[in-house]
């Protein structure tokens, strides 16, 4: 699939790190660091822009290695950038540690899924089909 992208940034395009991977890495562009404190969130910019093809949506979700060694995560995860959107794609990062950490240019934020999607047509109905777990919620198919 080819994407049109404008990279107003000074960093390289985002890219798959293995041949298997499903998201790319996108780096901050910063003219100068950004300090989360604890619980602190910012909005940090990418200066990517790009046109998806109808039909597919980019999400944003954390790095589990930034996530996992200094608590640093992305708010509304997944984050959903729609094929409609031109504006720059945009990172909102907080910190969930007890310790204020240090966003620098360049710095691998967050994650870019690509993926395909349709719209719902709703048709109301008056009752829907039985199944097993029926209206069975949170934790009611059991733990093993």
């Known amino acids: 699939m080819k994407v049109r992208i404008i ?5 390289p395009l985002p890219s798959y790190q293995t041949r298997a991977s499903a998201g790319m890495d996108l780096r901050a562009q910063l003219d100068e660091p950004v300090r989360l404190q604890p619980l602190e969130r ?3 910019g990418t200066g990517l822009y790009m046109e998806l093809p109808e039909g597919y ?7 589990s290695g930034l996530a996992a060694k200094q608590g640093i ?3 509304n995860s997944p984050g ?3 094929a409609d959107y031109r ?3 945009g990172v909102i990062l907080a910190n969930v540690s007890n310790e204020a950490v240090t966003i620098q240019h360049g710095d691998r934020i967050a994650q870019m899924v690509i993926s395909q999607h349709e719209q719902a047509e709703w048709i109301e109905v ?4 039985e199944t097993d777990r ?10 093993k």
């Open 7 to 11: 990279n107003k940034s000074r960093n």
């Open 42 to 44: 910012a909005v940090v």
């Open 57 to 63: 949506e980019a999400q944003i979700r954390p790095r």
């Open 73 to 75: 995560t992305v708010l």
């Open 80 to 82: 959903t950038i729609d």
């Open 87 to 89: 504006g720059e794609i």
């Open 126 to 129: 008056e009752n829907l089909s």
């Open 134 to 143: 029926g209206r069975g919620g949170f934790g009611s198919t059991g733990v």
